[in-house]
């Protein structure tokens, strides 16, 4: 086997580890404790919609938070898997293609 297949196939393989041990560690209840959608203010009155809280932190009910985290371990090797695919698209768009244009 080539080199680069058993590289690849090695990468693969640690970066489906490491999103399976994301997915696990990962408290679902705090996402499924409801089945009925909770109503959210269209134009909240107060300076309630700040993703800060008085102390500077950010509140544990913004996006932001949940994103960064509670899905950070998800995150980030999901964004090295996008930068890989974006490195390898330049790099099979730029291959040479051997073909005869002597017809």
Do not use: H
Request: net charge negative; aromatic share 10%.
């Amino acid at each position: 086997m080539s080199k680069k297949i058993v590289l690849g196939a090695t990468v693969s393989i640690v970066l489906l580890a490491v999103f399976a041990v994301g997915i696990f560690a990962i408290n679902w209840d705090d996402y499924t404790s409801s089945d009925v959608p909770v109503e959210q203010p269209t134009f909240p009155t107060d300076d309630g919609d700040s993703i800060w809280d008085e102390n500077g932190e950010l509140k544990e009910n913004s996006l932001a938070y949940t994103v960064f985290e509670k899905y950070g371990i998800v995150l980030l090797p999901l964004a090295l898997l996008m930068f890989g695919a974006m490195i390898g698209g330049v790099c099979i768009s730029r291959e040479e293609v051997e073909s005869d244009d002597s017809d």
